[in-house]
């Protein structure tokens, strides 16, 4: 009843011209459409372009790659070729490197505004600084002649909160129908409700419908205003996104996000993909639907081209998933040293690109390029920002007593314990990771110590210099135990590393090397996050742990975190690891070593000589 009282209330059948400037639909009658959808989504602040690693002629090939001058320019090439165009950005815009530490959605706004997207749905990262924070990214989005629709039917802010500061659709629209070639196209916005509730930071009043039941209504309200070509725009996760499309009726094209999922041919090339481009579903009506996303990070431009008839049945569906390369192009050669093709090579290289409709030669867009500059320019003076203050100096280590710390004051004090800072970095991840009981971090992630006096955005990415985010994963005490005796022989084996050296918030043991190999970390205790008192873990229960996503990959030793992940029993939370740091700093204002019981390791004997 409330869904259905709110969108009532609202104004969303006025069309927003896509080929029209008119507002009057009375006249308009069902007739076939072509229309072709140009979208993105999960860029996630990664403005600047990257680099991504390709087989090209059964030789590892890099290329600059991805930002969103491409993304820009490619929009734009494809829109001037085609025609019946729409714009779609499918959430979690904001959040993820400095761009949006420093400017809070101001630049990626600014950018996403020079696109000019139809509509733009929420996903659960628009929450993370809450409900105001995300009212400023919308003002900021809103602060121009695009005027991009913002969707969410299944989120419903309180009137007299940011989000709705006079009416639950202030900022907020449930769905917005374009006019495109005469035909009415309806565009339904669904985020992740549980996800973004417990992941994130939305305000306790603001509701998170049912998606499937909202999608629904959604539509039958659509269609009952004569609306028959409808299109979902969701961050719910690919796999839901294919459950969605069997269970709605009415549905026609899904585009989604979430869960950064690749699609698309690109197996020939190194890189593996969850499915076709598009991946085609029968709804509950026994009707073709096409479902699409497009990967992450400003890496990949989706193009979706789908041919209605006058029932507003989908015929057929076809696409390209365009991924964003440069033309500065590496390869190593058999000593490891990195040279740049020229001649026959290059040209093989640039046959095989040509080849690959998938594959595109990107030149940025000047526009967006210098608009992004002037943002980048001042990233060197924020990151001389004060976050906090360290009241002591805070030692790096890996192995305990290894010895890697730089500071005179550091010298002998982790032969024990370890080091402090790579402590604390553990319990700002199980700060930052809101589903999680304890969280565990290897020693190598965490690159320098944290001199007494003020701690600076500049020193937390130095510290934390990886493209990491946090992971959750759901595991027995068991594997946990399993795991971090993984660790903890990776770090002294031969042909392994010690930056594998577990170190953790919740959790605490000892370390013996002379004992035999599987129970080399013993006595293992924990204290999760609702917890008071230190107990042993206990084989069966089931604790979620948060760890980066490069440990929890399984690599640097942790096979067991791998097996977990091959299991689906982990949740990418995509918050930055860095970034996870400066707001825990900024949370406590000063960050000091450990008390002694919080150490995660108790007591060390290293191994034998």
Request: with cysteine; hydrophobic share 40%.
């Amino acid at each position: 009843m409330i869904r259905k009282s709110v969108w009532i209330t609202l104004p969303l059948i006025a069309l927003v011209g896509c080929n029209s400037d008119s507002d009057d639909n009375s006249n308009i009658s069902a007739a076939p459409l072509s229309l072709n959808v140009l979208h993105i989504n999960d860029h996630h602040s990664h403005l600047e372009g990257d680099s991504q690693s390709l087989t090209i002629g059964g030789q590892d090939t890099e290329f600059s790659a991805g930002g969103f001058p491409r993304v820009a320019a490619k929009i734009a090439e494809r829109e001037l070729a085609l025609d019946n165009v729409l714009k779609l950005h499918a959430g979690d815009a904001i959040t993820g490197t400095l761009y949006f530490t420093a400017y809070e959605g101001e630049a990626d706004a600014e950018l996403m505004n020079l696109v000019c997207f139809d509509a733009f749905a929420l996903g659960n990262h628009e929450f993370d600084r809450g409900d105001e924070g995300l009212k400023k990214f919308l003002d900021f989005l809103a602060d121009g002649s695009c005027q991009t629709s913002v969707l969410a039917a299944n989120v419903i802010p309180e009137v007299g909160t940011p989000l709705a500061p006079t009416a639950v659709d202030d900022y907020i629209k449930p769905y917005v129908v374009k006019e495109v070639a005469g035909q009415k196209v309806g565009i339904i916005g669904i985020d992740i409700g549980n996800k973004t509730r417990n992941s994130s930071s939305p305000l306790a009043t603001t509701q998170f419908l049912n998606e499937t039941e909202t999608a629904q209504s959604a539509i039958n309200e659509l269609e009952a205003n004569g609306v028959n070509k409808i299109i979902l725009l969701t961050h719910y996760q690919y796999e839901n996104d294919l459950a969605l499309a069997e269970t709605l009726s009415g549905v026609d094209v899904i585009i989604g996000g979430d869960s950064h999922t690749l699609l698309g041919d690109f197996s020939s090339f190194g890189l593996t993909s969850a499915g076709p481009f598009p991946t085609e579903r029968t709804n509950a009506d026994g009707d073709k639907v096409c479902v699409a996303q497009a990967w992450q990070y400003s890496q990949v431009v989706g193009e979706l081209n789908i041919q209605w008839n006058a029932e507003g049945i989908v015929e057929s569906c076809s696409g390209v998933p365009h991924l964003l390369l440069g033309d500065e192009i590496f390869r190593e050669d058999g000593e490891g040293t990195e040279y740049t093709p020229t001649g026959a090579e290059l040209q093989a290289i640039m046959n095989a690109v040509d080849d690959a409709p998938q594959l595109s030669i990107v030149t940025e867009d000047a526009t967006v390029a210098n608009a992004l500059a002037n943002y980048t320019q001042q990233l060197d003076t924020f990151r001389n920002n004060v976050v906090g203050t360290a009241t002591e100096d805070l030692c790096l280590e890996r192995i305990p007593g290894q010895g890697r710390s730089s500071l005179p004051s550091c010298d002998g004090s982790t032969e024990e314990h370890g080091g402090d800072i790579a402590n604390i970095v553990a319990q700002a991840f199980l700060f930052l990771s809101k589903n999680a009981d304890v969280s565990i971090q290897n020693a190598g992630g965490v690159r320098t110590d944290i001199e007494a006096g003020d701690v600076t955005i500049g020193d937390a990415y130095t510290l934390l210099p990886f493209a990491n985010t946090l992971v959750d994963l759901t595991m027995t005490g068991a594997e946990i135990r399993q795991v971090l005796n993984e660790a903890v022989m990776f770090a002294h084996a031969p042909d392994g590393s010690t930056g594998a050296y577990p170190y953790a918030a919740g959790l605490r043991w000892d370390v013996d090397m002379t004992r035999s190999e599987g129970d080399q970390l013993y006595n293992i205790e924990v204290k999760g996050r609702d917890e008071t008192q230190w107990r042993a873990l206990t084989d069966a229960e089931s604790l979620n742990v948060v760890t980066n996503s490069f440990t929890g990959a399984g690599r640097d030793g942790y096979v067991t975190f791998g097996t977990v992940t091959g299991e689906g029993r982990s949740v990418d939370t995509f918050l930055d690891y860095a970034q996870s740091f400066v707001d825990y700093v900024v949370e406590q204002n000063a960050i000091s070593k450990p008390v002694l019981g919080d150490y995660s390791t108790k007591s060390y004997n290293a191994p034998a000589n």
